[in-house]
Structures are given as C-alpha cells and as structure tokens.
C-alpha cells in the first residue's frame, strides 16, 4: 500500500513537473501578450497523464498550470482562473477519447479522427477559459479577443496532437529500437531540420503563397515515419513544429505574414498535417502488419490443412501447370512433388484419352472466366505415375475472381467407393451366377425400349427362352453341372445379338432377349425377330463340355412383338411365355409367335423363301424392261427390272419378295444373276442395228454392293459375256453411298474405269449433299418418282426438281425423271431442263419381247403407244 501511494505521488510530481516546465518554455516565446504562445505542448502531456493513469492526475495538472502562470507575473486569481480552464479542458479531451473507445497504438483511421475532434473540441475549454480570465483581470482589451482566442485555441489543440502520440506509444523497447539506431535517427533529424531552417532562412516575411513550400519537408517526414516508427517521427515533427514557431516568433518565414489569422491557419495546417501524416503512415503500416499476420496465420492454417488432407489438392495456374501437390496427391498419383511442379497437369494426372477436353476446359475458362462448373463436384478417370487408370470424385474451385489466376482442384480416390457400388448395384440388378440383368433390371430396360420404340415408331421384340428338360440335368447330374449350362447358355445367347439388344435371366433356366429398332412394319419386325430366334436356338443346340461330360441341349422360344406402350411389361411377359409354351407343345427346339395371325405371316414368309431359293434354281427369276427416253421421245436406253414368275401365283413383284431376299442373304446370288443378265443381254444387242447402242440400267441393293467381290462379279459377267461396259449403268440409292463413302468411292472407281457408267437413284429421297456427290464417278442422277407426282401442283415439288437439275447439270451430270405419267409433268421437266424421262407415260415394264419390237419399229414413245 506504501509503495502504491509512493508510486502515485510520484507520477503526480511527475506530470506537475512536466507540466510547468514545457509551460514555461513555452511562455517564453509568447505571441500575443505575455500569456499566449503558438504551440502549448503542457496539453498534450496533461491528456496523456490522464489517459495512463487515471483521472486522478487532474491535481497535478491544475498545480502545473497555476505555478506556470503564476511564473510569469500573473496575479493569484488569474492564474487560479487560467489553471481552472487548463484542466477542464484535458480532462473533457481523455473522457471523449475514453468514451469513445480510442486505441493510443492508432492502428485505425477511426483513432486518428477521434484525435482530432477530441484534441479540437476539449480546448474550446482552455481557450474561452483563458482568454475569458485575461478580460476580467484587464490583460486583453476586449476588443480585441477574438484572435487571442484563436491561438489559445490552435496552440493548446496542435499541442495534443504533437505530443499525445508519443507520451502514449513510448516504451522501453521504442527507446531501445531508437538507440539502436540513433546514428542513423539523429543524421536524418538533422538533414530534416537544417533543410526546413533553410527553407524559413530563404523566404523571410513570406506572403501566404510561399508557405506551400514549407511542404518540401513532408516527404522526408514520411519516410521517417516508415522508417523510425510512430515514436521517431512525432518527436522529429515535435522538433519541426518547434523550429516552425519560432521562426514565425521571430517575425520571419512563410508563417509571420501581415495577415496573422491567416499565418496562424496555416502554421497550425503545416505542425497538423506533418503530425497527421505520420499517424496515418502509423495506421497503415498496422494494417499492413496484421494482414502480413493474417495472410501468414491463413497460410500456415491453409498448409496445415492442405498438408494433413487425406484427399490430394492440386493446383494450376494460367498456362495448366501445377503449383501446389500435397502429401497426399504424392500418395495417391505416385510422384513426388519435386517431379511435378512446374509441369502441365494434363501430362501428369489426365488420362490421354480426355487431355484434349481438359484443355479445351481450360482455355474456355481462361477466355471467359467461367467457372460455374468448377463449383461442382465432377466424378471423372485419373491417372497414376505407372499409367493405370482409377476413377475419382473432383471439386474444382477457381480464385480468379479474388485476383488470382488459380484453379484448384480437391480429389479423392473413389476406387473402393466405386467397387462397393457396383457391388451393390450388381446384387441389386443383376443375376449372380451369370452376370446377366435380373427381372428388375429387365423391367427397367423393357421400360426404355418402350420409350424408344413410341418415340421412333419402330418396333421392338422380347424373347422369352426356356432351356428344354433342364430339370433332368439338375437331377441327373447335380446343379453344379446344371450351373455350368446356365452360365455358357447366356454366352452363346449374347453372340446371336447386336450390342444394343438385352438377355436378362429371369430364374432358374428361363433367359429373355430384348431385340430394340426393327422394322416399321409389323410383318418385317416379325421376319427380323424370327431370323434371331432361329439364330440362338440353332446356337444352344450345338454340344456342351460341361466339366469331363458332353452334353446336348435345346430350347422353346416365344416371341411377341411391341410398339411403344401399345402393351404393358408385364402383359408382354405373359404373352412371350404363352407363345414359349406354344413352342414346346409343338415339340420343343422352335419358336412361335404370341399373335396366331404374326405366326401364321411367319410362317408363310418361311415358306415363301423356300420357294424364292428353289426358284433361282428352277429359272423363274426374269426380267422385265421399261424404256427410258430423252426430250424426243427417242429410247435411249432401258431399266432391267426382276420378276418371279411363280407356277402356281403367276407374275410376282420385287417388293414382296425383294426384302425375303434381303433378310435371308438371297439377294447377293439372285443380285448376280441380274447383272449376268443383263450383260448377256447388251452383248445379244449389239448383233442388231435397231438396238445395238442402247444403254441398260440394272439397280444394286446395298447387301450385294457391300460385298468384298462385288468389282470381281461384275467384271466377271462383262468378261464372260464380252458385253460392252460403256452401255452398263448400276443404279444406286443414296443411303447405300452414304452408308460407307470411302468404299463406296473405292469400288466406283475401279467399275468406272472399266467403262461401267453409274446413275443416283430416287435422288432428293435422302441426305443429298455436294460434299460426297462431286467425288462420286456419276454418269446420271434420277430424280424420285415422288417430285414428279406432284410437280404440276405442289411449288416445294417443282422448286426441288429445279435445283436438282441445276445443280447436276453444274457437275456435268445427266438427269432423267422416273414416275412421268402426265403429258403435263413431261412438259414441265422439259421445262425445267430435264432431257431424260422414264415412266408409265412412255410404258410400264415389259417382256423382252415386247420391248425388242418397239426398238426394231422406231424407237419412238407416245402416249397411244
């Protein structure tokens, strides 16, 4: 207790102390009277007392302000006035910088605002007390108050300012920082002041526009300020204000003007402006301290967090290079990080085959600045350092909108996740001993195909397979051999189907197969879906080895159609398993179809391409011939056109029979026979004048033409036959070129070559494009029947027609249109350009005979023909 109140007396000696002597110097360079001086430093050391310890300096201060004045001459009572006004005011400063929160390290703005108005508003205190005692006791008449006012007022507020900052932030290792540096300090104090003594020196008795250049001396403050610390620079601006006063004390420099309200404003702007300066510096340099601090506190938080994750963090810059690779990427990608810093992320953890879309996401990002993706997580294929592929879960996060042209990617190896999924996605969806899709599964798929199937209109079939006398197997033999059929079976299956068709296990020994995308029409989706059933039961007919044993077996399918949601899954089930009961009634080892009239089409087709295979070998296969003409209705040449001519049905047309051809592979001989054909026909023209120049077309089906020795046939029959190529022309489709350009090119050429001409049929039909069209060997393009029909009536039909034309006749090709029946479509194509016609006006397809006597007659077609 002793000792506190030692202390406290002491610090009370202390401030009264201070306050008298730095008083009495100032009075010692008074300005207006004998009682006012520019600068009152005591304030600044009153405030600061008050604000270290307490309140309770008040006395100390009172006794200091009242022993000044009384230093100077002042009476009793005056000096117990103008001490009064001295201590009020102080005292009023600490309270609004108390109340106010006020931070004396001034690492704020805020600190430096409530300074000045503190420093401002508490003096109006001293200055109206002071200037108030000087009336009473006759020291100042009162006329003239005003300025003795304003600089009681200016010289106790710059006093704060010049002092509080540095009673409040000196210390012990502020002191020792400066000692440190005291020869540096002092040389620079002193280049500071022996410049602004010069600066005064040079501009005595100045005008107000000179005292600007008093401001020389602020970048030097600043720098003192960045240099020193707060501590160095207030005392070196308390040294400068110093010098400041007393040359304006002195009746010279740019603040002694004729004007003193204005020499005292701006002496009072320049002692606050360097004082405020330094404080601002002060402010931020804090700041930038503790957002280093801060950005090293993030930092190491951030490595932390980065160094200790369990999921590798990559990081890119601008051009695609790693910057940042932690522990854990090590771990995970198998490099070290000094293999890959500095190298592009896509050579190091992209898969080859998905580098080219992650730069081409990259540079997207670098161009627009998109990053919405990045903030999703994206499951996607990495690499490890041996080049193994896993999967892994990505979260991407760019910082470019913060200024930084990062992209940093989180990644975490989902290999287990993923094996644990499909796990579980197996047993809940497919079969375990086969692997096959399970019924639940299957009903999801047939829901997809219906879809499809609504959507395209095409239809769809379901296969419903039953092993035969499976059951005697198991009990024979065990159900581990029963189990070695049940897992070959589904094998064997899978090679009967395209890769877009479903087989599913529903149980036991029953499979379902999904065909998707047949035909259009019923009867053809029917002969599609019989094609693959005969397939798969000729496929699970062949021997089993099952374990040391061989072992025979067979099926019963059942087969029903769909279209779209015509039907539900589960009706098309039962109605796949009736038609497989049906099956296995009729003796097992086939198939049927659930609709009675489907399976009565079925089997008419079956037997329909019996009798096509005898009649190719029988001779009734022949040709019939329709005219082709040009604008005088003059024959040029003819179209070969197949009939079969059935014993018993009489003439039947290619399209009843042409598709049997197709799905049953007949169409490649039958194909040749027609080519041979007609060439032995050419060959028997070229004996007779009336016929010997006429040109004969003959149309290829894509199946024939895709045949590796379709050149070779062809040559063949020329060769044979020794018919003239030149008057040879195959007719094909679009879709047939399409279907393969670059062969389809290759084998034009070769017959082209040969002398072989070739016309574009039922142009307009399908993708026509000049891209493929000028790099094809065409002699002529036949412009379809289904323009022509309406070319009198629809203007789309007639402006199609024209740029058909046009554009042909720009690649140098002829034109002929198929289909003219009118004399009005002749007149219109004759019209448009058109110099080529084929259809019922000029005669419908006719015998060889009938055909030989127009050419012998005159070769000329009209209408009464």
């Known amino acids: 207790m002793v000792t506190q109140n030692r202390q406290r007396i002491l610090r009370l000696l202390t401030v009264a102390l201070a306050y008298f002597v730095t008083g009495w110097m100032g009075l010692q360079l008074p300005y207006v009277g004998s009682h006012i001086t520019l600068i009152w430093l005591p304030t600044g050391i009153a405030v600061a007392a008050l604000l270290q310890w307490g309140y309770g300096c008040w006395l100390a201060i009172f006794l200091g302000a ?182 304006t004390v002195n009746f010279y ?74 522990p854990a990427a090590e771990r995970i990608f198998g490099y070290t990080k000094q293999q890959v810093i500095g190298r592009p992320l896509a050579e190091v953890i992209i898969p080859p085959s998905m580098r080219k879309a992650h730069s081409n996401g990259h540079q997207h990002f670098l161009r627009t600045g998109e990053h919405k993706i990045f903030d999703q997580r994206l499951e996607m294929t990495a690499m490890r350092s041996d080049g193994t592929e896993f999967p892994v ?96 079976v589904p094998r064997r299956i899978r090679t009967c189907l395209r890769d877009e068709d479903t087989v599913a296990r529903l149980g036991g020994d029953e499979f379902v197969v999904v065909l998707e995308d047949l035909s259009l029409n019923d009867e053809q989706a029917a002969s599609e879906a019989r094609i693959v059933s005969e397939k798969i039961l000729t496929e699970i007919d062949q021997p089993y080895m099952l374990g040391d044993m061989e072992h025979h077996s067979s099926s019963s399918i059942g087969v029903s159609l769909f279209m779209g949601y015509e039907v ?33 089409a079925i089997e008419n087709r079956v037997d329909l391409e019996a009798q096509l295979r005898r009649a190719l070998s029988q001779y009734q296969l022949c040709l019939y011939y329709q005219p082709q003409v040009d604008a005088t209705r003059h024959i040029f040449g003819v179209e070969a056109l197949i009939r079969w001519i059935h014993p018993i049905r009489g003439v039947i047309k290619p399209m009843e029979f042409i598709p049997i051809a197709e799905d049953s592979g007949l169409i490649i001989p039958i194909g040749n026979w027609v080519i041979h054909t007609a060439c032995e026909q050419l060959k028997c023209w070229e004996q007779v004048p009336y016929a010997h120049n006429i040109q004969l077309a003959v149309n290829v089906s894509a199946r024939q033409f895709r045949q590796a020795d379709f050149v070779d046939t062809v040559k063949a029959a020329l060769d044979t036959t020794g018919a003239n190529p030149n008057l040879l022309k195959l007719e094909l489709t679009e879709s047939l070129v399409i279907d393969d350009v670059n062969d389809t090119i290759e084998k034009m050429h070769a017959l082209r070559q040969l002398g072989v001409r070739f016309a574009m049929d039922d142009f307009g039909t399908g993708y026509s494009s000049l891209a493929y069209l000028k790099q094809l060997p065409l002699t002529q393009v036949k412009i379809d029947r289904s323009f022509v029909q309406d070319i009198a009536n629809d203007a789309s039909d007639a402006s199609i027609v024209q ?63």
């Open 393 to 488: 879960e990505l979260t991407i996060t760019s910082l470019k909108d913060k200024g930084l042209p990062l992209v940093t990617g989180f990644i975490r190896d989902i290999t287990k996740r993923k094996l644990a999924e499909e796990n579980i996605r197996n047993l809940a969806f497919f079969d375990a001993l086969t692997g096959l899709p399970n019924r639940r599964l299957l009903m999801d798929r047939l829901q997809q195909a219906f879809a499809t199937s609504a959507r395209a209109q095409t239809h769809g079939a379901v296969l419903f397979i039953d092993l035969d006398n499976f059951k005697s197997l198991n009990d024979t033999r065990g159900h581990d051999i029963g189990d070695l059929l049940l897992m070959e």
């Open 568 to 600: 539900g899954v589960d009706d098309l089930l039962k109605r796949a398993d009736t038609a497989m009961y049906q099956a296995k009634a009729a003796g097992r080892n086939t198939q049927r179809f659930f609709d009675p009239a489907m399976q009565s």
């Open 803 to 865: 740029a058909i034309i046009v554009m042909s006749k720009t690649l140098g090709l002829n034109v002929i249109a198929e289909g003219v029946e009118t004399e009005m479509q002749f007149d219109l194509l004759a019209q448009y350009g058109c110099g080529q016609f084929q259809g019922y006006l000029f005669g419908k397809p006719v015998e060889l005979a009938v055909l030989d006597k127009i050419l012998h007659e005159n070769r000329l077609l009209f209408p009464d023909n």
């Open 253 to 326: 420099g740019p603040f002694y003007q004729q004007d003193l309200h204005q020499g005292i404003l701006s002496l009072w702007i320049f002692m606050t402006t360097l004082a405020l300066v330094v404080l601002m510096i002060t402010v931020l340099q804090s700041e930038r301290s503790l957002a280093e601090l801060a950005l090293r506190s993030s930092e190491a938080r951030f490595r932390a967090v980065v160094d200790g994750a369990l999921d590798a963090v990559v990081t890119i810059d601008e051009s695609g290079c790693l910057v940042e690779f932690n």
């Open 66 to 247: 009242f022993a000044v004045n009384l230093s100077i001459g002042s009476s009793a009572g005056l000096a117990f006035s103008i001490a009064i006004g001295n201590t009020l005011a102080p005292l009023f400063s600490a309270w609004l910088l108390k109340h106010y929160k006020f931070k004396p390290a001034f690492n704020r703005m805020h600190d430096i605002l409530l300074l000045l108005l503190a420093a401002s508003i508490g003096m109006l205190l001293s200055a109206s007390g002071g200037v108030f005692s000087l009336l009473q006791h006759g020291v100042v008449p009162p006329e003239h108050w005003r300025l003795p006012w304003l600089i009681w007022w200016l010289g106790d507020a710059v006093g704060v300012i010049l002092v509080l900052p540095i009673l409040l932030n000196i210390s012990r290792s502020e002191w020792v920082l400066l000692w440190q540096r005291r020869s540096g300090y002092l040389l620079w104090c002193a280049i500071v002041s022996i410049l602004e003594i010069a600066i005064f020196k040079l501009i005595p008795n100045a005008t107000g526009q000179f005292a600007l250049l008093s401001f020389l001396v602020l970048p030097l403050v600043i720098w003192t300020a960045m240099r020193f610390g707060i501590t160095g620079a207030s005392l070196a601006v308390l040294g400068l204000s110093i010098i400041a006063v007393l040359a």
